[in-house]
């Protein structure tokens, strides 16, 4: 699974290469599709600034953070009615605006399109000072989530889409142009075009962050339904209701997911090759080592063996008799 030699095209993905992507940003991913993760994703860089477009072809959960001297604009070209971020849900043509330091959760159902755009704090804020706004972190509320009304300011990011994906190097226009259309847009949306979260919506979300927050922090052991329910603050129907709502899945197959994919990382990453795949597995709570063998090669289309194989520098890795039939 390596980066896609044809950007026009889907490939599969590992989830750490696909979240290494977005380059400077603290990124991590989820898969919540029983099939491999696929994607096509194409980059560029111009005057300090970072292009990307991208085309999801799973369901994804996931958390970025933007670096403090950076910020990012985001243009959703596509996607399902699922899809949202902070819990609020979104649409296909809306933007989205991160700034330095800012945490973000996301979940993007299969077939999201976008576009983003990683710039230089600096030249965001001062961008946003000649706007006649004096704080940007007043307005953020307003930045960061809004539907892009302005025809120009769509055709820009298919412009950039488009450029992005050409083999050739094309011309970019100076980002300052984008950035002023880009917050001209944001803080002229009305409370209409700035989407929020119903109450239950909202409550749902805390819901789903608890409950999250405590799988992570107890993978290696068995988590039963009734201590989970309490960490999240919930009935057993009021937690199977927050995540089908935000996630599309019951609590425990999230878990199942979550602790594949928290494997799939260990395996992935240069660390894990000083470990065993038995070591892995049980480190997120997996003790039947067969049948993560199997779910591992259902989701991720290799054996977990194979992952740590390519990953690993040779003279790292265990004795091969500890991975016999994994």
Partial sequence: MTRPSNVQGLEDYDLVTLGAALGMCEVDLLTLSPARPRASIASKTHDGVTYLTGHIDFDVRGSLTVPDDACMLVYLHETGERSWCQ???????????????????FMFERGTRFTLVVAPYA???????????????????RLRLFSV??????????QIRERVREVEDLAFGPVEDLLDEHIRVA????????????????????VMRRAE???????RRDIYSQELCQAAGASERGLRYAFDDLLGIPPNRYLAMLRL???HRSLVTAEAGRRSVKSVALSCGMWDLSRFAEK???????????????????????????????
């Avoid at 300011?153 to 298919?158: G, H």
């Avoid at 803080?187 to 805390?206: D, I």
């Fill in 123 to 141: 030249r965001f804020r001062a961008r946003f000072m000649a706007s006649d706004h004096a704080d940007v972190d007043m307005a953020a509320q």
């Fill in 87 to 105: 819990g609020v849900g979104v649409e296909s043509e809306m933007g989205v605006t991160l700034l330095r330091g800012t945490p973000t959760d």
């Fill in 261 to 263: 994919c928290t494997a």
């Fill in 187 to 206: 803080l002229g949306s009305s409370s209409e075009e700035r989407p929020v979260a119903s109450r239950g919506r909202r409550a749902h979300y805390q």
């Fill in 149 to 158: 009304t302005s025809d120009h300011l769509k055709r820009a990011y298919r």
């Fill in 213 to 219: 927050r405590f799988m992570r922090a107890n993978l």
């Fill in 296 to 326: 591992y090669r259902s989701v991720f289309g290799e054996q977990p063996r194979e992952t740590l194989v390519r990953s690993a520098p040779a003279d790292d890795l265990a004795p091969a008799e500890e991975f016999e039939g994994w």
